[in-house]
C-alpha cells in the first residue's frame, strides 16, 4: 500500500533588503528617515518600494509600520492601543498653605475663609481652598448669616477615610500635639486647641447652600497670576503662604 504525504509548499522567499529594512526599523530607538535607511542598506536598493512593501506586509498586524512626518517607524495598530493603556495614580504633596488650612477647617469648622485667614495671618489664595476641594476632603456646608453671606466649609468622610479616624473628634488635642513634636513647647498664654466637630447640623448662623451655588461652583476661582499671598495685617512670624 502506497501511502500519498501531501508536501506543504514552501513559503516564497522574502526578498533580503525586506528583513534587513525590518531589523534597521525594529532596533532603532527614534524613527529614521529614507536617506539613513539609503545609507544603512546594501547598494541598489529600492528604499521607496521596499518601504511600501514592509508596510502592506504589516497593515494586518498588530504592529504597524508608519511614516512619521518624513520618517519611519513601527508602531502598535491603533485599533490595538486600548492594550497598552497604563492608568497610574500621581501624589502630589499639598503645600504648606494647602495643609494649614485643612488643619483650621478641621478642627475649626464650619470656618469661612476670612476666619481661616484670620487664624493664619495671611491671605489665603483661591487656588488653596480650590486643591483641598478637589481632594474630596472638604466641602461646602452652608452660608454664613453676615453680610456677604460667605460660604462655610468643613470636613467630610473621605477626610476621615484617608486618615484614619472614626471620627473628627479622634484628631489629637493640645497635648497630643506636643508630645508629638508638632506644637512647641513655648506655646501664646492662653494658646488652645479647640474640640472640633463635623456634626453636618447647620447651626444657628449658618443658611442652606441655595440651588444654584452647585450649578456654578463652590470653589473659589483660582487666580490668574503666580504672585504670592499678600498678608493680612502683621504676622508674628513674618511669613506668607507657602
Known sequence: MIVEVEVADEPAA??????????????????????????????????????????????????NLVRIGKKWAFRTASDLSWLLTKETVEQRKLSRAAIETLAIIAYHQPVTRAEIEEIRGVATAAGTLDVLLKTGWIRPRGRRKVPGRPITYGTNEAFLSHFGLEEVTDLPGLDELKGSGLLEGNMPPGFSVPMPSDDSTLRDDEDPLEPGDLDLGLAPAPEASSEPESPVGEPSDGEGEK
Open 14 to 63: 522574502r526578498p533580503e533588503e525586506l528583513r534587513l529594512l525590518e531589523a534597521l526599523l525594529f532596533a532603532a530607538s527614534e524613527p529614521l528617515d529614507e536617506p539613513t535607511l539609503v545609507r544603512a542598506l546594501p547598494d541598489g536598493v529600492d528604499v521607496k518600494a521596499a518601504l511600501a512593501a514592509l508596510q502592506a506586509e504589516y497593515a494586518i498586524r498588530g504592529v
